[in-house]
């Protein structure tokens, strides 16, 4: 039942991101013809051109997301904005069947994560319990005194069994989708089986209670359903009411506000900042008298994200807070540490999000600054280069590591470990 | 003889409350019901009031804008935010997954940003903690365990033999534990069902609506019936089973697939058999119909070069700078009507791709009363998706309307004569901002929800009648020894 759950679940990850690599594929050919028919329609007014014309930034899945396809079907992995203000373009969401996103991915992470553990809990729990109710337990201590050993045995066996599936299905999941035997591959592999084991020593800790089987599978599941589904959905909740976004609605506002308001205002309200941030641009000409130009503008546009500035930084804050929150809780729950470690390495969490959109950031910034001069001397379009400009392709920067996942998972794994001894011992 | 049923419902009621472990995990599960109304009520509070504050500010901030040009009125825009029903605190539905506010402004349309999931990072994928989830996903469970002996254990202790030379029939028999199981769940329903009124009540301020009221009655009756059927389910299970230890397992083993499992995969099938658009493929699709229609910033559009004509005959003058109005704006106008419409269209076949996509999650219903119930409990608590459609119906036709009534404004109030360069830009006074009315947002009545749900309203029909049926008629299949 896990192969078959498994492979399905590797046939919907790879699906998954197939088509996300199949959009950016075709955004990346939509640009350029976008460019060139915006350059046909407005192609005699430059400042005209770049109001309409976008320029594209791709978030190119990680060969891993297919297996944890993570936040990436909530965030945006392909960014396209103009040179207008970018506060009001970069939280624009992707087009999402609210209902998918609420029942979730069937990737192999889900496997991995939800579904081995119940394998592992039908396998285990009545290893002990089984002997003594059939009577063959009695027998067994009445024989020999290694009576422990035999059961350990036992235990052994089904471990052995459950690993090799998992590192099977691991073994399909690199030829599937064509991945590298790297660094990542052994991170989420250590993770997988730190994982598994603690599930192990969690069944192995109850049987050591000698109870009933129905007693063993009852609390087994009670566990299952505490830390898989009840555990991180509370925390959850107390997260939004401790760390509501509110700064996210007033950032909006800020931003619009920030430029309209401008053109009500004196042209020196918009260019001495504008100037102050941009000091290289005081070279080209203000036409002061215009009612209307271009330079101004564009200004006003970058007033409005300079502005919001504050409330960016807020943002910024408010989402730290709670990423240390569900950190500092991870470390009591393996469930939610097994699964962040893997978004982390398939870069399909938020982290790697917010990463993505610094890099919009700065892409914005650079070709705004590469396009200003032609826009404010009010050149023909033919004399810049943006029939050169293409889509772009994000690479994030840092490597991420796991440690402290493991870290946690293997001391709560020892903990059990130790009690169930103590546990057979005093039988 | 109903003295029979009776008197076996109370004794298992009795026996079930009696056990310490099933004690402890109804009272356990009565607790976090009470937490998770508690919370989800008072997350409901911060998040309503949270978006109420800023659509006053929206208004304050639109009236206050100084006479100018009516069109930068149009591209200044509002914004709209998505309110929530009072209900929803009971079930979350698609709550956090869809955005919270929308952008309006002329010639464009913009997507419903910053939902919650948007700021996870990856915890609220395991699960939300509201009332409608702990009743439809955990309860099951506490019944599963309270049930799964009900009738193996008299089997396996040898007492079943015993009560049926008593003359107790076996649909007696059948029906007193699966309605002793009931009274568990009801003492633990009830009282929530009682706090959740109170609550909702103070949500709306005391001013209860119609329609509220009839919704409440419908989610009571709705979740009732389910329990009645996980509850039938249970004690034909353990009637049917070979051990206590089958029976337990294969329950277990159906919670885990009909409610962890099956939900993902049906809505993966949709997905893979009505894919639906990328954002760039579906605003290409509309700019590519939009282009065949032309520019209506550029008055001299060859595209609008018929509408011009007409008009210039009309009012019988050579140059469109000569007509009696703005012709800019008239123009404007006629270009908001296209695109309007076409982006509509588009977005209609989108959402009907989404309807397909989640058709197949609801014909599951069927053979998943889970499912059934998710969907009709989403639909009447106003956080399913036909609330989220019709949301984005009523932001894009305010949308509409603010963008034709500033381009009324440029007609009627703008001269046709463009200011030179360096000439002040023409203005409108202020006041005329009042006249576009704030955006309200109004929920479906319970007439169109129950329409939208009619599949999983029979589904659970279905089932209902099933059970009942099976516990009547199939008792002579069940083995005694």
């Known amino acids: 039942m896990l192969l078959i759950t498994g492979f399905a679940s590797l046939y919907f990850g790879k699906t998954f991101i197939a088509n996300q690599q199949a959009v950016i594929e075709k955004a990346a050919m939509l640009q350029k013809k976008n460019t060139l028919s915006n350059i046909d329609h407005f192609g005699k007014d430059i400042g005209l051109l770049f109001y309409h014309n976008k320029f594209s930034l791709a978030n190119a899945p990680n060969a891993w997301a297919a297996f944890a396809n993570g936040q990436r079907d909530i965030n945006p992995y392909l960014i396209s904005v103009t040179m207008l203000g970018l506060e009001g373009q970069i939280y624009d969401t992707d087009i999402n069947n609210p209902v998918s996103l609420l029942l979730g991915n069937m990737d192999l992470s889900f496997v991995f994560i939800f579904l081995f553990p119940l394998v592992i809990i039908a396998f285990s729990y009545n290893l002990l319990s089984e002997q003594k109710e059939s009577g063959v337990w009695s027998l067994l201590r009445a024989q020999t005194n290694q009576s422990f050993q035999v059961i350990w045995q036992k235990f052994l066996v089904r471990v052995a069994v459950i690993f090799s599936v998992a590192l099977f299905l691991l073994f399909v999941t690199i030829l599937y989708l064509h991945l590298p035997v790297d660094f990542i591959f052994f991170s989420i592999t250590a993770l997988i089986m730190f994982y598994l084991t603690f599930w192990f020593a969690v069944s192995f800790f109850i049987i050591s209670l000698a109870k009933s089987s129905n007693f063993n599978a009852s609390a087994l599941v009670a566990v299952w359903v505490l830390i898989c589904i009840v555990i991180p959905a509370s925390l959850n909740l107390f997260l939004t009411r401790k760390y509501p976004m509110p700064e996210a609605l007033q950032h909006v506002i800020n931003q619009r506000e920030g430029y309209h308001e401008k053109w009500d205002m004196a042209k020196e309200v918009t260019m001495k900042p504008f100037f102050e941030h941009y000091p290289q641009l005081k070279q080209y000409p203000f036409p002061q008298e215009k009612t209307f130009s271009w330079f101004w503008y564009y200004a006003m546009q970058q007033m409005g994200d300079d502005q919001a500035v504050a409330s960016r930084r807020a943002i910024e804050n408010k989402l730290a807070a709670r990423q240390r929150f569900t950190n500092t809780f991870a470390f009591f729950f393996p469930t939610i540490q097994t699964q962040l470690g893997i978004n982390n390495m398939a870069g399909s969490d938020l982290n790697a999000h917010l990463d993505f959109q610094q890099a919009v950031r700065k892409y914005h910034e650079k070709i705004r600054l590469h396009f200003y001069p032609s826009i404010f001397l009010n050149k023909a379009v033919d004399s810049t280069d943006i029939k050169d400009y293409k889509l772009e392709k994000y690479s994030p920067q840092q490597r991420p590591s796991v440690w402290v996942n493991l870290l946690s998972i293997s001391i709560l794994t020892v903990i059990l470990i130790g009690t169930t001894a103590f546990n057979f011992k005093r039988q | ?481």
Not at chain 2, 59 to 69: C, F, G, I, M, V
Not at chain 2, 139 to 158: D, K, M, Q, T
Not at chain 2, 232 to 249: D, H, I, Q
Not at chain 2, 282 to 291: E, G, L, P, Q, S
């Open chain 2, 1 to 481: 003889m109903p003295n029979r049923i009776s008197t076996i419902a109370k004794q298992t009621f009795k026996t079930a409350l009696n056990n310490r472990a099933t004690l402890a995990l109804t009272l356990l599960l009565g607790l976090s019901l009470g937490l998770a109304t508690y919370v989800g009520w008072q997350n409901f509070k911060t998040q309503n009031n949270q978006r109420l504050h800023y659509k006053e500010l929206v208004r304050a901030q639109w009236l206050a804008k100084p006479d100018k040009h009516p069109h930068r009125m149009a591209h200044y825009g509002y914004l709209a935010f998505r309110e929530k029903h009072e209900l929803s605190f009971f079930d979350f539905g698609i709550e956090s997954f869809a955005g919270v506010s929308i952008f309006l402004e002329a010639h464009k349309q913009n997507t419903v940003n910053f939902s919650e999931a948007g700021f996870s990072n990856g915890m609220l994928r395991f699960g939300e903690i509201s009332v409608a989830m702990v009743l439809q996903l955990l309860v099951p469970l506490l019944i599963f365990f309270l049930g799964y002996n009900s009738i193996s254990a008299e089997r396996e202790s040898g007492t079943l033999k015993i009560l049926l030379c008593q003359n107790v029939s076996w649909k007696q028999l059948l029906w007193g534990k699966t309605l002793g199981i009931i009274g568990v769940c009801l003492s633990i329903f009830i009282p929530l069902m009682l706090l959740t009124i109170l609550l909702w009540a103070s949500l709306s301020h005391w001013q209860i609506s119609a329609d509220a009221s009839l919704r409440l009655m419908v989610l009571v009756f709705s979740y009732a019936i389910y329990f009645f059927i996980v509850s039938a389910v249970t004690v034909l299970v353990s009637a049917f089973a070979r051990s206590s230890k089958s029976a337990l397992t294969t329950l277990l083993a159906c919670w885990i697939f009909f409610m962890v499992i099956m939900p993902r995969i049906t809505q993966a099938i949709g997905v893979k058999i009505y894919p639906s658009p990328s954002k760039v493929a579906f605003a290409d699709a509309i700019a590519t119909d939009i282009h065949k229609q032309g520019d209506s910033h550029n008055p001299d559009d060859p595209h609008y070069a018929a509408i011009k004509d007409s008009l210039l005959k009309t009012y019988g003058v050579t140059d469109v700078k000569k007509l009696p109005f703005n012709y800019g704006g008239y123009i404007m106008a006629e270009g908001e009507k296209i695109t309007s419409k076409i982006y509509s269209n588009h977005q209609k076949e989108l959402n009907k791709i989404f309807e397909k996509q989640n058709s197949i999650t609801k014909v599951a219903g069927f053979i998943n009363p889970y499912l059934s119930l998710k969907h009709i409990s989403m639909a009447i608590t106003a956080a399913d998706f036909d609330t989220f459609i019709d949301f984005q119906n009523q932001a894009e036709a305010y949308r509409y309307q603010l963008a034709q009534k500033m381009n009324k404004l440029q007609i009627d109030k703008i001269s046709n004569i463009a200011p030179g360069e360096e000439e002040k830009p023409l203005a409108i006074s202020k006041a005329n901002w009042a006249e576009q009315p704030d955006f309200n947002y109004q929920f479906g009545k319970l007439s169109s929800v129950i329409t939208n749900e009619l599949l999983a309203l029979s589904a659970l029909t279905c089932w209902l009648l099933a059970t009942v049926m099976l516990l009547q008629y199939t008792t002579r299949w069940i083995k005694t020894i």
